[in-house]
């Protein structure tokens, strides 16, 4: 991915995705938006939590994502949770149709933001979702790893 920035430009993250998800490659593309859904963004009245991503017909389309209408704006724009068209290189979508195909693999958008020269982009997680057992044990380690540091702070 590119370069980290001393200022975040996140709009919007999928924190439920790292919770449900193992990612195995992440991907950076662009955003296909209609004008006051940029504004929108930059307001962040977005939502990512039930996206998704398809191929279709060598085309990434973002699926479920929840943009609320600009309020300062006359223009209608069509539903909130539209399709939109992701950009991806050619060779990155090669590359991962056989691995959509696989069963138990998806596309999930991870995190939403401004890249330095003001474009929207989407973080695009190919992952595989995970097992019961799995989040027990992402908890567990996430509680034990709390502890660790509460130990820590009180020994100083």
């Not at 977005?46 to 209408?69: K, Q, T």
């Not at 300062?72 to 069509?78: D, I, L, M, N």
């Not at 939403?112 to 973080?123: P, Q, S």
Request: aromatic fraction near 6%; include cysteine.
């Amino acid at each position: 991915m590119g370069k980290a920035t001393s200022q975040d430009n996140t709009v919007c993250r999928n924190r439920k995705a790292t919770f449900r998800f193992e990612f195995l490659d992440q991907f950076e593309c662009g955003i296909v938006l209609e004008g006051p859904e940029v504004k929108s963004l930059r307001d962040k009245a977005v939502s990512l939590e039930e996206a998704y991503a398809r191929i279709v017909n060598d085309e990434v389309w973002l699926i479920g994502m929840h943009i609320a209408a600009y309020k300062h704006t006359s223009r209608e724009v069509g539903e909130p949770t539209r399709r939109r068209k992701l950009l991806l290189h050619s060779h990155e979508v090669r590359k991962l149709r056989p691995k959509v195909e696989q069963k138990g693999l998806t596309l999930v958008p991870v995190r939403l933001y401004f890249n330095d020269r003001g474009i929207a982009k989407v973080t695009l997680a190919l992952a595989r979702g995970k097992t019961v057992g799995d989040k027990r044990q992402a908890l567990k380690a996430r509680d034990d790893q709390r502890e660790m540091n509460r130990a820590l702070r009180r020994k100083r």
